[in-house]
């Protein structure tokens, strides 16, 4: 029995012995080092860089059809270093105020038939540019009153396009200092506010109607308008410049630059008798009254062009009839609001 106790306390020894071999032959590992992470990544995308307004200063033919012409830059001429644009035809730039269909300056009109006039009109208020069955614009006029002149100088502020159903504004708001890289063009359609982003190229198109379409030509102040079928118009943002002023006699002060719009029209399905200050030179038997020879040929007849606000169409000499809309219900709800500038110039505010 003491021997059997023997052997079992040698046993015993022996496990023991093992087990601590074991537990001091086990590999040991240094402690985990921390790991710093890395800075987390900025998901906000960094905008581009702004581009400049002097795009406007190099125009493209648009048209693909003229392969050999096609998206080439040009130089604008000096004689319209910020508004011209390129015969696709001919490749070569022209300045947008000299041709058919041009409403610029003081407001400086080009027939149809590529006489030049001007008409003054009176500032504050509104004259019919074109009626047709189809298409009725209305210029809104600003100004300032000419002391030593019976008249005011005036410039086109603002558009308003009647067409089927529809209403389009274009206007410039008001501003003080002139900066080209600061959009100044106001944009509404039915009512509805228009914004664009400033990328030249940039398209809004109408979800009602895709044939209607706005898109800038420029990354500020020049966009086009355009109805398939119907008409195109290129509107682009200018102020009264000091040399301007200087040499017109405008006494435009540092308050108001008077930013105006320069307008270019090109029109696809008038009638016959079509009328407006403008439009009139687009009918059938057109004959030019104004005094040939003159170095300002003028255009009269305030009474037959004046309407009472930038969408009436109830001038003298209106044609407009649109698109039976009874049952759309656009001409009831649209056909009383009158748009402009918001408060300091800033968006677009229409009123009943």
């Given at each position: 029995m003491a021997r059997a106790m023997v052997h079992l306390l040698n046993a015993s020894f022996m496990i023991l012995m093992m087990i601590s071999v074991m537990i001091e032959a086990a590999p040991t590992y240094p402690p985990p080092t921390p790991v710093t992470p890395a800075p987390p990544t900025d998901p906000t995308p960094k905008p581009p860089g702004t581009p400049s307004g002097e795009s406007s200063k190099r125009p493209r033919c648009r048209n693909p059809n003229y392969s050999f012409c096609y998206n080439v830059e040009h130089t604008c001429p000096a004689a319209c270093p910020n508004a011209c644009v390129v015969d696709c035809?001919?490749?070569?730039?022209?300045?947008s105020c000299d041709r058919p269909?041009?409403?610029?300056?003081?407001?400086?009109f080009v027939g149809n038939d590529g006489i030049t006039f001007y008409f003054h009109g009176k500032q504050n208020r509104d004259f019919c540019l074109l009626s047709d069955s189809n298409l009725h614009i209305n210029g809104h006029f600003i100004g300032k009153r000419n002391q030593n002149m019976k008249r005011d100088f005036t410039w086109v502020q603002a558009i308003g396009i009647l067409f089927d159903d529809h209403q389009i504004y274009v206007g410039a708001r008001k501003t003080a200092t002139w900066d080209q890289s600061v959009d100044r063009v106001a944009l509404s359609f039915d009512g509805q506010p228009i914004y664009l982003?400033?990328?030249?190229?940039?398209?809004?198109?109408?979800?009602?109607?895709?044939s209607i379409t706005i898109s800038r030509s420029s990354v500020t102040n020049r966009i086009?308008?355009?109805?398939?079928g119907n008409f195109k118009i290129t509107a682009n943002v200018v102020p009264i410049t000091e040399e301007e002023s200087s040499i017109h006699n405008y006494a435009i002060t540092s308050e108001d630059c008077y930013a105006h719009l320069d307008l270019s029209f090109k029109f696809y399905s008038l009638s016959e008798d079509v009328n407006g200050i403008l439009g009139q030179t687009y009918a059938k038997?057109?004959?030019?009254?104004?005094?040939?020879g003159e170095s300002m040929p003028v255009m009269g007849g305030d009474r037959k062009f004046i309407t009472s606000n930038v969408f009436a169409k109830d001038c003298a000499v209106a044609r407009f009839t649109g698109t039976d809309s009874t049952d759309s219900g656009f001409s009831s709800e649209y056909a009383s609001l009158?748009?402009?500038?918001?408060?300091d110039g800033t968006g677009v505010v229409c009123k009943r």
């Open positions: 035809v001919t490749c070569k730039p022209e300045c269909g041009a409403v610029c300056q003081d407001p400086r982003p400033e990328i030249e190229g940039a398209k809004w198109q109408s979800e009602v109607d895709p086009v308008v355009e109805v398939e038997n057109y004959v030019s009254q104004v005094k040939m009158t748009c402009g500038s918001g408060i």
